[in-house]
């Protein structure tokens, strides 16, 4: 009876923050990682956890539904085939409730402690609906090569794109729904969020996170299937940058002047 109300109670109150995790094959990890969003946003903010499983095919659909049962913000959505990370990505912003989105990702080295202190700088800005607020993780809990070969990967994204941000590639980041919805949509887009962002006349801002070892379950990248990929997206990325203009459009009265 207490779930049913609660379930209630959560579609009634609508929510100023959705936080959208992408999710392949990670059952051990989503129940911890729910946990530790809630205990960082219960009694702080009213928000949503989405949580969208791209195609998974070990237990993961199963213990998403059991904790459904737990946890009333939780909504989670499936793909029926792998579309994904950025797709996945989409799918949740597209489906969130709230004019603010937060997203990490589902491998639980993001610390979502740190979702408050995203939320804090974005809601400082002038102008928070042309922000984006990314993390950037100070102190990797990597292997060695991962960590060079991503810092290599920072060091030319930044070079050839511009996009101001020291870490592209991490999962935490704040941005409001309808900026994100206006971006151009393609596979693996979320590595480019920042110049996108850029692109469509918004500004970066990056905020030091908490990063942590995987405890569970296998990466899904290898460093030589995204180093391949990604000269493919950095190239079509520097493209869309180069074709990409916002006109200046005079109000009526400069005009009527």
């Given at each position: 009876m207490t779930t049913k109300n609660n379930t209630l109670n959560s579609e009634r109150i609508?929510?100023?923050?959705?936080?959208?995790?992408?999710?392949?094959?990670?059952?051990?990890?989503?129940g911890p990682l729910i946990k530790e969003i809630d205990g960082a946003l219960r009694g702080?903010?009213?928000?949503?956890?989405?949580?969208?499983?791209?195609?998974?095919?070990?237990?993961?659909?199963a213990a998403l539904?059991?904790?459904?049962?737990?946890?009333?913000?939780?909504?989670?959505?499936?793909?029926?085939?792998?579309?994904?990370?950025s797709a996945a990505i989409w799918t949740g912003v597209a489906a969130a409730r709230a004019p603010i989105i937060a997203t990490l990702d589902g491998d639980g080295q993001?610390?979502?402690?740190?979702?408050?202190?995203?939320?804090?700088?974005?809601?400082?800005?002038?102008?928070?609906a042309r922000l984006m607020v990314a993390g950037f993780r100070a102190k990797r809990r990597d292997s060695w090569l991962k960590r060079v070969s991503s810092r290599l990967a920072n060091?030319?994204?930044?070079?050839?794109?511009?996009?101001?941000?020291?870490?592209?590639?991490?999962?935490?980041?704040?941005?409001?729904?309808?900026?994100?919805?206006a971006l151009p949509r393609f596979d693996h887009m979320h590595r480019f969020l920042p110049a996108l962002?850029?692109?469509?006349?918004?500004?970066?801002?990056?905020?030091?996170?908490?990063?942590?070892p995987r405890e569970h379950g296998k990466t899904k990248y290898g460093v030589w299937?995204?180093?391949?990929?990604?000269?493919?997206?950095?190239?079509?990325?520097?493209?869309?940058?180069?074709r990409g203009s916002r006109p200046e459009v005079e109000t009526e009265r400069e005009t009527d002047a």
């Open positions: 609508t929510p100023n923050v959705s936080v959208v995790v992408p999710v392949l094959n990670e059952a051990e990890n989503v702080k903010d009213a928000f949503e956890i989405i949580f969208v499983d791209d195609g998974s095919d070990d237990a993961t659909p539904a059991a904790l459904k049962n737990e946890h009333s913000e939780l909504r989670v959505i499936r793909h029926r085939q792998r579309t994904g990370q993001n610390d979502p402690a740190n979702i408050t202190c995203l939320l804090a700088r974005y809601r400082a800005a002038e102008d928070p060091d030319v994204r930044a070079l050839l794109l511009g996009d101001d941000t020291t870490d592209t590639g991490c999962g935490l980041k704040v941005f409001a729904r309808e900026a994100f919805l962002m850029i692109r469509e006349g918004g500004r970066v801002e990056s905020v030091p996170v908490n990063h942590r299937n995204r180093l391949w990929v990604g000269i493919a997206d950095l190239i079509g990325v520097m493209w869309l940058l180069r």
